[in-house]
């Protein structure tokens, strides 16, 4: 089936540094990977559509010069969190959709749970 | 804008019992709808995918139903067990272009032995 690894699992950084996160699927082409955010005890909220080899998308209200997200390949999307701060601790997930697999269900990573100190 | 509501919120059950978690959008122009479990601290785990046309899904356990036309969905588990504690997400895939995932908050399920 479907896999998506997601790496690292867990990140503890320092405020103003940059954090990388890295997406893969690993059985399948991903030509759109999404990237959300899960603060505690509330649900996933999407923050950007990755488009292999174009620019993603952002959804309102997420700062695209923050999350920086690159999707250079059909197997890996990076989401890099730009000057951390402690607001931006937070557990972000990501999904991959197979080309032409609009009637499949999507995969998710394992998450990534980032403190920022 | 597509919503999903996912009711209740929490369920606590002894072990053995039947139960049903139930959740509803505002658009029923969907193309599937997905439940997804999540354990503490984990990613999202796909248990059970329904097509706009289906009416219905088994997994093991698990049976998820859905009434596109009014909305719902359900998700029934049979003979629960302490391992089955954990969040319960539905969500439904709507859109085109990007085919976006819309989640509902979920239902916090605690299995007591």
């Known amino acids: 089936g479907a896999v998506v690894s997601q790496h690292p699992s867990w990140v503890i950084c320092k405020s103003g540094t940059s954090v990388k996160i890295e997406c893969r699927s690993l059985?399948?082409?991903?030509?759109?990977m999404f990237w959300y955010r899960q603060f505690p005890k509330q649900s996933l909220m999407l923050m950007a559509t990755?488009?292999?080899?174009?620019?993603?998308?952002?959804e309102q209200g997420v700062e695209k010069d923050k999350f920086l997200i690159n999707h250079a390949s059909l197997t890996l999307s990076t989401l890099t969190v730009t000057s951390a701060h402690p607001e931006d601790s937070s557990f972000y997930i990501c999904?991959?959709?197979?080309?032409?697999?609009?009637?499949?269900?999507?995969?998710f990573g394992s998450g990534t749970r980032l403190t920022v100190v | 804008k597509q919503e999903v509501t996912q009711i209740p919120a929490a369920l606590s059950v002894p072990e053995g019992e039947n139960l049903v978690l139930n959740c509803s959008f505002t658009?029923?122009?969907?193309?599937?709808l997905q439940w997804f479990r999540q354990d503490p601290g984990k990613g999202l785990t796909s248990l059970l995918l329904?097509?706009?046309?289906?009416r219905e899904q088994t997994s093991g356990r698990l049976n998820a139903s859905l009434d596109k036309s009014s909305g719902r969905s359900t998700l029934y588990i049979a003979a629960s067990q302490p391992g089955d504690s954990a969040t319960y997400l539905c969500?439904?895939?709507?859109?085109?272009?990007?085919?976006?995932?819309?989640f509902g908050k979920g239902t916090k399920l605690s299995v007591i032995p």
């Open positions: 329904i097509q706009s046309s289906q």
């Open positions: 658009d029923s122009a969907i193309y599937n």
């Open positions: 969500a439904v895939l709507t859109g085109a272009g990007s085919y976006q995932l819309t």
């Open positions: 999904s991959a959709r197979a080309a032409g697999l609009r009637n499949y269900g999507y995969t």
């Open positions: 990755s488009n292999e080899g174009s620019k993603a998308t952002y």
């Open positions: 059985d399948f082409q991903a030509t759109t």
